[in-house]
């Protein structure tokens, strides 16, 4: 019994120990520190600490460390690895993976732009009745083709425009043979057969199929790489306005566009800029990817924006704080403009995902101007304490002062453009 009594004094000093270290302060403020650290070349990083806490470095080659009664400051030199061990009275709590990054900075958007995109094939966005002799019938439907199937291929031809589909369609109506389909379905690929019908009223031969191969918007830049003049726009994928799809790109071009006037937003109505292609409709950049992070492609000529036209240092998605920041625009014309927002809250993503922080308009001149963020403002870049951080995406529908942001590390890595593998060679 005695020895069963000192196993339960034991066990019991043992778990309220285990609870004090827990809800200790000095120790549990360090339960907050990730795990691995990502800095920048020339960037600071700063922790206060309780007085009896110390860090120490594995090594000195590539970060320099500076230690206070109340706070460590790490400064990145190098690009390289290193860990950084925090001890309690000699007892080690928190082992930190620092990891430094090659200086990484990029052109801060802002600019209104026009976009045109070329789907893969054409986009089947509606079925129609064709009237004949024996009665009004879909060709398409009967077919088993579904409104946002891709034809990307008529007897074995690749299909590029909606003007090459016609003759295929009068030649087989003529021949009256069937035309052999090839059609691209979010599911995969599939071959079908469709027989042309004769309209009665117009006397040609019709597929039974509304289709449409481009379409065209506004939308904001976000950022321009200066070395290979990659950019990121938009923040969010371009879908179809009657399917409600992601559009497969083919290929696609930017032009600059005009901003003529703004439908205001309110409750329940998100506004909207109104804009329009620039004069000389001048091609200034391709489009290759529509992702849900955005539009990705690379600029023929420079494009800068009157406002901030230095490169800027970038935050990864665990160094973006809630508080104060500001958002740059075009409301009028096609002047950029700096507009401040609040970062309400912000997420450290670990792998890519759109939604990564919740901003609100706090400008009174733009709230005044738009009531908060409208359709066009989508890609208008974050920029956070002399930062880029992300990119304007979503707005609340029913609160247009507020809506959604994206992380730019994911905007840059959905352009080609990994700063960790830039480090990793770098170091190698």
Not at 56 to 64: E, P, T
């Given at each position: ?7 339960k004094?034991?066990?019991?000093i043992?778990?309220?120990s ?21 800095l ?9 600490k309780?007085?009896?806490?110390t ?29 950084m ?37 054409v ?6 009745l ?8 879909s060709p ?36 009256k043979?069937?035309?052999n ?11 079908t057969?469709?027989t ?32 290979t003049k ?20 083919e290929?696609?071009q ?14 329940g109505?998100?506004?909207?800029k109104?804009?329009r ?7 200034v ?32 998605s ?11 625009t075009?409301?009028?014309?096609d ?16 792998f ?15 709230l005044?101007?738009t ?5 066009g ?6 920029i ?10 979503h ?8 809506g959604?942001?994206?992380?730019i ?10 700063i ?7 170091a190698?």
């Amino acid at each position: 019994m005695k020895l069963e009594m000192i196993r339960k004094i034991i066990g019991g000093i043992l778990l309220v120990s285990l609870i004090s270290i827990i809800f200790f302060h000095p120790l549990r403020q360090y339960v907050s520190i990730p795990k691995t650290l990502f800095l920048f070349e020339g960037q600071k990083y700063n922790l206060n600490k309780a007085a009896p806490v110390t860090a120490r470095l594995a090594s000195n080659s590539n970060i320099s460390l500076n230690q206070e009664k109340h706070s460590v400051s790490l400064l990145a030199m190098e690009t390289g690895k290193n860990e950084m061990l925090l001890e309690y009275a000699g007892i080690p709590i928190k082992k930190v993976d620092v990891n430094v990054l090659k200086d990484f900075r990029v052109f801060p958007g802002g600019q209104s732009i026009g976009v045109k995109l070329n789907t893969v094939g054409v986009l089947v966005v509606g079925h129609h009745l064709v009237n004949t002799p024996e009665g009004k019938k879909s060709p398409g439907e009967l077919a088993g083709i579904k409104v946002g199937d891709i034809i990307t291929k008529i007897n074995g031809n690749k299909i590029e425009k909606m003007t090459d589909v016609a003759p295929y369609v009068q030649a087989a109506g003529q021949n009256k043979k069937a035309l052999n389909l090839v059609i691209s379905r979010e599911n995969g690929k599939f071959s079908t057969k469709l027989t042309p019908l004769k309209d009665k009223t117009e006397n040609s031969y019709k597929l039974g199929l509304y289709i449409r191969d481009s379409a065209a918007g506004i939308g904001t830049m976000t950022f321009i790489h200066p070395q290979t003049k990659k950019y990121g726009a938009l923040g969010h994928v371009i879908s179809d306005m009657d399917t409600k799809r992601p559009i497969v790109v083919e290929d696609g071009q930017i032009v600059r566009s005009t901003v003529t006037s703004i439908e205001k937003g309110s409750n329940g109505d998100p506004g909207e800029k109104l804009a329009r292609f620039s004069n000389d409709r001048e091609i200034v950049g391709s489009i290759n990817k529509n992702s849900p992070f955005g539009i990705f492609g690379k600029l023929n000529r420079d494009l800068s924006n009157g406002i901030m036209d230095k490169p800027l240092p970038i935050a990864l998605s665990h160094q973006v704080k809630e508080g104060p920041a500001k958002i740059l625009t075009v409301v009028n014309n096609d002047k950029v403009e700096e507009f401040n927002v609040e970062i309400v809250s912000t997420i450290p993503q670990k792998f890519p995902a759109t939604k990564g922080m919740v901003i609100k308009i706090t400008d009174p001149k733009l709230l005044e101007k738009t009531g908060g963020i409208v359709q066009g403002m989508s890609g208008s870049p974050i920029i956070q304490n002399g930062k880029l951080v992300g990119a304007v995406t979503h707005v609340f529908v029913n609160d247009p002062t507020s809506g959604y942001g994206v992380h730019i590390e994911w905007m840059l890595n959905e352009a080609g453009i990994n700063i960790y593998e830039m480090s990793k060679h770098k170091a190698s």
